[in-house]
């Protein structure tokens, strides 16, 4: 399974970003799509994740200013994470995360910077 991540940036705060993580390979049985997000001196924590079947689920810290939304294109599957209203404390490097059965798989990670 390989995973591309673009998308990150530098942006002020109130804009936005829009992160995309294309997942190819054997990704015949994906169980969920998500973002993770680690900030400098802190543990990765959830952003938001998508399940197969189309539930999602947020962190309370960006619920209401994030959205995740997955594409099925023959082989490849999309993960992308709409970030609005954006705020000095996601600043962050961001991680795509693939489940497929009971396997996790990563991305290499995109910085988001967001200046006050």
């Known amino acids: 399974v390989q995973l591309v991540e673009s998308g990150g940036g530098l942006v002020q705060a109130g804009g936005s970003l829009r992160l995309s993580c294309v997942a190819s390979?054997?990704?015949?049985?994906?169980?969920?799509m998500g973002w993770y997000r680690q900030a400098p001196g802190k543990q990765r924590e959830l952003g938001a994740t998508?399940?197969?079947?189309?539930?999602?689920?947020?962190a309370d810290s960006v619920k209401g200013r994030f959205t995740i939304s997955i594409s099925r294109d023959n082989a490849k599957n999309t993960v992308y994470l709409e970030m609005n209203s954006l705020k000095p404390e996601d600043t962050a490097v961001y991680y795509c995360?693939?489940?497929?059965?009971?396997?996790?798989?990563w991305g290499q990670g995109t910085q988001v910077t967001v200046s006050s």
């Open positions: 995360n693939v489940q497929i059965w009971s396997a996790n798989y």
């Open positions: 390979g054997n990704t015949f049985r994906i169980n969920a």
């Open positions: 998508a399940s197969h079947g189309g539930s999602t689920n947020y």
